[in-house]
């Protein structure tokens, strides 16, 4: 056997016990040792963990859509209303991991684990009245998203579960960001492994019934949906009690600590609101898009589908930014902090690039394998050809971006975006595709030069420094 070969199957044992390891996850100090180990012990079941959340919405929709359109709709409209509910979720979570990591980092794991706790508290405290009016006003949300009355009739028992539900929704958000502030980003991918594989057993079960139990219909959807994610966050309520990783909450921790809750408070707030921007801009660019035919808003839609998909992996890596950030911050090593940054941001901008060839060469047999009208497919296409010149850019922004949120500062982000998006992509999108009559093209053109020039003020801005100094 030549030594060359000897040397790849070394390199391959390697990378099998790397990757594995990190899947296992565990203690890790990140604060010392190889950078790069570090990115890739983090990066790879936050990348797993994506996928798995993007698992729910497929399952839910594979097996509703047989029991009709009316089914379908309601799962789309809930599912719209539902995207303030992951604002808001993603928002606690940023704040969260931020706290934790920068305690982390300081080595002081009690202050952690209170932290922890802390959050847990507050993001009860939003939740209850999230699902009491949900379960109230499931029926006026649905009419107020024109609901047709043939989805009322069938729909407002699948939205009131969902909607009442909520609070399994932000706490297996929640707990995620803590266990990954805490450098243990494989107990937050497992959990959303367990939340998917019981919603998977009970979707087809509760819909349809299988012996002794009854066919749920729509509802049944929601009951294995909610209870998927419930099972899945007593899976991390059980690791934080158990208290054999880093942190280990107990019931003298619950006593409402108000400076905790106040700093997690101003991060979660900028964070929510930062999210909401981003996705309220997605929504009145689909208004535009919508004035131009049916086919040109489902070729955007597809086309959006498609890049959401695509982008999980690097919302993933770019998620590992934001720990490594805060627990080197807290860790009083800005210059480990900052290179962390640049290292995660190269390996993201290659993923990337890597996209982008994807979707410039092979647009059409990935567009056509969802849907083959052909006045749709030339619109999804344009679609990904025209915003994937944008993806490098959009790779170093996005790790950019989850770095000021990993230092706690989640002004800065909120800001970039409300400039970003709304002072300057949509007004920019409407001019193009209106005024000057570039159709659903000047929409596209228009996210590919505002994301570009986000991307240009964060990179100005985080080389001023200021998110090392950031107090939380």
């Given at each position: 056997m030549s030594a060359q070969v000897i040397s790849i199957k070394k390199e391959a044992l390697f990378l099998f016990q790397f990757i594995k390891d990190s899947i296992k996850g565990g203690q890790e100090d990140f604060t010392k040792g190889s950078m790069r180990r570090a990115v890739f012990m983090l990066a790879i079941p936050m990348i797993l963990e994506m996928c798995m959340e993007s698992v729910f919405a497929v399952v839910d929709i594979f097996f509703v859509g047989r029991l009709g359109k009316d089914a379908a709709a309601t799962v789309g409209l809930t599912e719209a209303?539902?995207?303030?509910?992951?604002?808001?979720?993603?928002?606690?979570?940023?704040?969260?991991?931020?706290?934790?990591?920068?305690?982390?980092?300081?080595?002081?794991?009690?202050?952690?684990?209170?932290?922890?706790?802390?959050?847990?508290?507050?993001?009860?405290?939003?939740?209850?009245?999230?699902?009491?009016?949900?379960?109230?006003?499931?029926?006026?949300?649905?009419?107020?998203?024109?609901?047709?009355?043939?989805?009322?009739?069938?729909?407002?028992?699948?939205?009131?579960?969902?909607?009442g539900g909520c609070v399994v929704i932000i706490m297996l958000f929640l707990i995620n960001g803590i266990f990954r502030g805490a450098g243990d980003a494989g107990i937050a991918m497992r959990s959303l492994w367990i939340a998917n594989i019981c919603n998977i057993i009970l979707c087809p079960i509760l819909i349809f019934g299988f012996g002794p139990i009854p066919a749920l219909g729509l509802t049944g959807a929601a009951v294995a949906t909610t209870t998927g994610r419930g099972i899945g966050v007593c899976y991390q309520v059980f690791h934080l009690i158990k208290g054999k990783g880093i942190l280990a909450v107990r019931l003298s921790h619950c006593a409402p600590q108000i400076k905790i809750i106040k700093s997690l408070v101003n991060v979660a707030t900028t964070s929510t609101f930062q999210f909401l921007i981003a996705t309220a801009s997605w929504l009145f660019l689909a208004r535009i898009i919508a004035g131009f035919g049916s086919n040109a808003i489902a070729g955007y839609t597809i086309a959006l589908r498609i890049i959401s998909f695509f982008m999980l992996p690097a919302w993933g890596l770019s998620n590992a930014a934001a720990t490594l950030v805060g627990q080197n911050l807290g860790a009083k090593e800005p210059g480990r902090a900052e290179k962390s940054v640049w290292i995660t941001a190269k390996y993201n901008m290659i993923f990337m690039a890597i996209v982008t060839v994807i979707f410039f060469f092979f647009a059409r047999p990935i567009v056509s394998a969802i849907n083959?009208?052909?006045?749709?497919?030339?619109?999804?296409?344009?679609a990904l050809q025209i915003v994937s010149l944008g993806y490098i850019a959009y790779g170093l922004g996005l790790v950019l971006m989850n770095a000021f949120n990993g230092a706690g500062d989640s002004r800065t982000p909120t800001y970039i975006n409300l400039a970003g998006f709304w002072g300057f992509q949509i007004p920019l999108a409407y001019t193009l595709a209106i005024y000057l009559n570039l159709g659903p093209k000047g929409v596209f053109l228009a996210i590919v030069i505002a994301e570009t020039a986000l991307t240009i003020a964060s990179y100005l801005?985080?080389?001023?420094?200021?998110?090392?100094?950031?107090?939380?």
């Open positions: 209303f539902l995207m303030i509910i992951y604002s808001i979720a993603i928002g606690l979570s940023m704040a969260a991991t931020a706290m934790v990591a920068r305690r982390v980092g300081e080595k002081n794991i009690e202050e952690a684990s209170k932290s922890a706790m802390q959050a847990i508290i507050l993001a009860l405290g939003c939740t209850i009245i999230i699902s009491v009016a949900g379960c109230i006003f499931a029926k006026d949300i649905l009419q107020l998203l024109h609901a047709p009355q043939t989805v009322l009739a069938i729909g407002v028992p699948y939205a009131r579960t969902m909607l083959n009208q052909n006045e749709v497919v030339v619109v999804a296409i344009q801005i985080f080389k001023k420094g200021f998110w090392k100094n950031v107090k939380i």
